[in-house]
């Protein structure tokens, strides 16, 4: 129990039925769920093998494993650690065939399954400008998150058009990957919860065997992760749940806050503990992020302190440009690091991968070792999917997908026309088209030559399945395919950078098969395909190298720093600008949540910084500083004065827009609780700033930006700004009226201004807000 208050001991002795631990940033929640696998082990012998712990990512489920190793010396890997998605693909290759797939299954990735979606939406007629892929990914991932099965999903979109198109893809693209033996990353979780509703004794399996269940960062479960988590701890109800609700950040991914916010109600002698000491932060960095996130409406009151020193004050900066931000930050971290700091202890947050490409460059010029997180995955770049698809077609993967990546790469004069007819012939017999190919002078209508072609790229494969049969390793099968099949010296060939960057990634990809196979000396190929498919770049991060470590501030969840950046705090960036233009209230205060996740991740300084101006989808955008700059109370700076001139200087700015006559956008901006009253912020904020600060192009910017979301069902937005006056609006108090955003509601007063009526509404939604009836456009109802 060393290293633990009295509440964390609490937690950790708590060791019979469901236990939640409810509390902010950095107050040890992961400490707590590491100590207690030690704690359960050491002081109530329960067997490693019966406990599991589920974390967010494969990174944090390594350091767990090694913590708890540290601890206690012995057996910390045969508990379980794991996500959920490598916990579902363990399971899943035990049983999978109990469900209708086979246990070698393969795992798709985005791209596999966008492909996949493209060819159904071609052989269905759909025209995907008008029906994007992406949107048919989304809505089968939200199904599939909610657990909704293909033929539930058509019932519950009956109605119309869109709704039924989406069930017949997803119908379809279901029965694609089960002919072709593959899940994606959604199915992992929701197969097995599949699985184990349907064989009620491989359920029992599982609960016998996992009898302590321990959920880290359980703001973040969606709804198909709550009913597996629910399954396995039916039997036994020693289930320990630990998170934050300030920290749900992933709603757009079906995250549901609920899942913790009920977990009383679902488990009703819960014992609820709350941890209140901050261990992380210093006091000005938590004050800003308490002050930050107090600004959102419907949160259980948390008060996290700190025992720790006020430490340094928050910088701030407004840079000109986004690249003069990046020098800022580059002769920073050279500040810090020549007062001592080491690069490994700084990190670099934005809102979005694209930022990371000018932070990136700064790096550079300035000498500055650094790492970028996240941004495009290494195993997403086309030559390393393509030799991955040679392994799985090699790894007998039945999946014609893989087999069609790779038949004509490089160039075997094998066309699509011949292509077709292989796949005919493959289900005509029930095979797969590398079976087929096999066979392709059985294939009717094909001419010799092309037959010839397929044969021997069939034989090719066969020829790599036969040296690893005779067990030659891994690595030099690799090299063997890479020659043998011409991919090497057609990139070669090609005497390009590209190919060049291209071969260096392919012998990056090399290395990954060399130590895979030192660490791993029983496995095989399957295993590495198995590997490859669950990590991501950010399991790679590694406290031996020295770099700065550049990520987006979702990726940055969970994990500490003693000096973080955080970059472009600027409205319409960060919160970003289809949160400021959304339908949905919470979409503002879940940018909120990240910004406290960001601000919570600082261990010793914080700085924050915006540009001016910054290029945007191709546009060069003035923006604001962000509002969440402004919640944070100016003693808290360094430049007190400056930030309290900032705010003094916005207000009146505001009250001077108002007297003109264009302050009466406040109506939508102050919904949101902006601190400054007058300030004209919320989802005007685009057009507003574009006005009084002299935007170049005020509206082109916006709009574009607007197309970046979802369809807005407000699209001309800009134009509720012309409007002055009004006559009296054709709704009284009492009566029912619904806002465009808000919903329905009551009229609870009405007022007759200088030039406008004052309505005020309670939104049965999101409770009583006053707006000027001009820009409100409230409709009876
Ligand atoms: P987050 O919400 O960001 O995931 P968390 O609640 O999981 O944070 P931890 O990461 O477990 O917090 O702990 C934050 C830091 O505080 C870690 O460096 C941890 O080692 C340290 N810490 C936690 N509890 C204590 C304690 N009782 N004494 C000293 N240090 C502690
Ligand atoms: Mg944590």
């Given amino acids: 129990m060393a290293g633990l208050n009295d509440m964390q001991e609490q937690a950790c002795e708590h060791v019979d039925g469901p236990l939640l631990i409810l509390a902010g940033a950095g107050s040890g929640k992961t400490r707590v769920i590491t100590h207690r696998v030690a704690y359960l082990m050491e002081h109530e012998g329960v067997n490693p093998l019966n406990i599991l712990a589920i974390t967010f990512t494969n990174k944090a489920a390594r350091e767990m494993r090694e913590r708890v190793d540290l601890i206690v010396g012995d057996g910390a890997d045969r508990v379980w650690v794991s996500t959920f998605h490598s916990l579902c693909v363990r399971i899943l290759r035990r049983y999978a065939d109990k469900i209708g797939y086979g246990k070698n299954f393969d795992i798709y990735d985005s791209d596999d399954q966008k492909s ?24 089968i991932s939200k199904a599939k998150e909610k657990y909704l099965s293909p033929d539930e999903f058509a019932k519950k979109n009956a109605a119309d058009y869109a709704g039924t ?17 593959a899940m994606d990353f959604d199915d992992l979780i929701y197969k097995t919860v599949e699985l184990f509703e349907h064989n009620p004794d491989v359920l029992d399996t599982y609960q016998n065997r996992f009898r302590y269940i321990m959920v880290d960062e359980y703001q973040d479960t969606n709804h198909i992760q709550f009913l597996l988590v629910k399954m396995l701890a039916r039997k036994y109800r020693n289930l320990c749940v630990v998170g934050d609700d300030d920290q749900s950040i992933y709603k757009f991914r079906g995250a549901n806050i609920t899942n913790i916010l009920n977990f009383e109600k679902e488990y009703e002698d819960a014992k609820v503990i709350k941890l209140e000491q901050n261990y992380r932060s210093c006091g000005n960095i938590l004050a800003a992020a308490n002050a930050v996130i107090q600004h959102n409406a419907g949160r259980k009151d948390k008060a996290l302190w700190t025992d720790k020193d006020a430490g340094e004050k928050i910088s701030f900066e407004q840079c000109d440009s986004e690249y003069a931000e990046g020098d800022m930050v580059a002769s920073r971290i050279k500040t810090l690091v020549r007062q001592g700091v080491d690069y490994r202890d700084i990190a670099i947050l934005y809102r979005t991968n694209a930022q990371s490409r000018v932070l990136g460059e700064k790096m550079v010029y300035a000498n500055i ?39 004509n790469v490089p160039k075997r004069g094998i066309g699509e026309a011949s292509l077709s007819k292989v796949e005919s012939f493959a289900d005509a017999y029930g095979l797969s088209m590398m079976d087929a190919a096999a066979r392709a002078d059985e294939i009717p209508g094909m001419a010799a030559k092309t037959s010839a072609k397929i044969r021997q790229f069939a034989e090719l494969i066969t020829s790599f399945r036969d040296m690893l049969a005779d067990g030659e390793s891994l690595d030099s099968v690799y090299d063997r395919i890479l020659e043998d099949t011409g991919y090497e010296s057609e990139l070669i060939a090609e005497h390009t950078e590209e190919a060049m960057t291209r071969l260096e990634n392919i012998d990056e990809l090399r290395n990954k098969v060399v130590e895979f196979t030192e660490d791993n000396e ?19 991060m590694s406290e ?42 919470d979409a503002l205060e879940e940018e909120r949540r990240l910004c406290y996740v960001g601000i919570t991740r600082a261990m010793k300084k914080l700085y924050l910084s915006a540009a ?102 407000q699209p001309s937005f800009g134009k509720a700004f ?18 465009i955003k808000f919903g329905p ?37």
């Fill in 116 to 139: 996949t979606v493209k060819s159904i939406l071609k052989d269905f007629q759909i025209d995907p400008k008008r029906y994007p892929e992406k949107m048919f990914m989304a809505e």
């Fill in 165 to 181: 198109k989406a069930a017949e893809v997803y119908t379809e693209y279901q029965s694609r990957l089960k002919k072709n033996n």
């Fill in 369 to 407: 070792p650094y790492r970028v997180y996240g941004g495009t995955n290494f195993y997403a770049r086309k030559e390393i999917k393509d030799v991955l698809a040679y392994l799985k077609v090699i790894n007998n993967s039945t999946d014609n997908l893989y087999f069609r990546r790779v038949v």
């Fill in 522 to 540: 029983e496995a095989g190929l399957s295993e590495f395909l198995e590997e490859i498919a669950l990590v991501s770049d950010l399991d790679a």
């Fill in 544 to 585: 031996d190298d020295n770099q700065v470590k550049l990520m987006t501030l979702h990726s940055a969840k969970g994990l500490e720093f003693p000096y973080v950046f955080i970059c472009g705090m600027e409205d319409r960036v960060f919160p970003s600008g289809i949160a400021l233009n959304s339908d949905d209230p």
């Fill in 612 to 713: 001016k101006e910054r290029m945007m989808h191709g546009n060069r955008v003035y923006s604001d500083v962000s509002r969440f700059i402004r919640e944070i109370p100016p003693m808290l700076f360094e430049h007190e004065a400056d930030m309290k001139n900032m705010a003094k200087r916005r207000e009146s700015e505001s009250v001077d827009r108002y007297n003109r006559g264009e302050g009466r956008r406040d109506a939508y901006g102050s919904s949101y609780g902006d601190t400054y009253a007058g300030y004209s912020g919320g989802r005007t904020a685009g057009a507003a700033s574009g006005r009084s600060y002299g935007q170049k192009n005020p509206y082109s910017s916006y709009a574009k930006q607007q197309s970046y979301g979802q369809p807005s069902s």
């Fill in 722 to 739: 012309v409007v002055n006056s009004v006559g009296k609006p054709d709704y009284a108090v009492g009566d029912r009226v619904r806002h």
């Fill in 745 to 781: 509601g009551t009229v609870e007063a009405l007022e007759k201004g200088d030039k406008d009526y004052e309505v005020t509404v309670n939104f049965d939604r999101c409770g009583v807000r006053k707006m000027f009836a001009s820009f409100a456009k409230l409709k009876k109802c």
